[in-house]
């Protein structure tokens, strides 16, 4: 195969991936029980929005264990 027939091959892969992760989360469950395992900041739950408050320019980092993702 030529390169970009193997960039072409790649990029749908993905792109098929991507779905199917997509899809799996799409039910409308969000992620809970994550921790600031460095930085700092907040995290909390409003109805079906998921609020990641990071002050100022800082960065960090959250362990979320599991996501409730399903398999499709």
């Not at 600031?36 to 002050?55: C, R």
């Not at 980092?61 to 398999?71: E, F, K, N, T």
């Amino acid at each position: 195969m030529t390169r970009p027939a193997l960039s072409l091959l790649f990029l749908c892969i993905s792109v098929a991936g991507l779905s199917a992760t997509h899809l799996a989360c799409a039910a409308g469950v969000l992620p809970q029980g994550g921790q600031n395992v460095a930085g700092a900041g907040t995290i909390s739950n409003h109805g079906n929005v998921l609020l990641v408050k990071q002050p100022g320019s800082t960065r960090g980092v959250i362990d979320w264990g599991q996501l409730p993702c399903r398999s499709p």
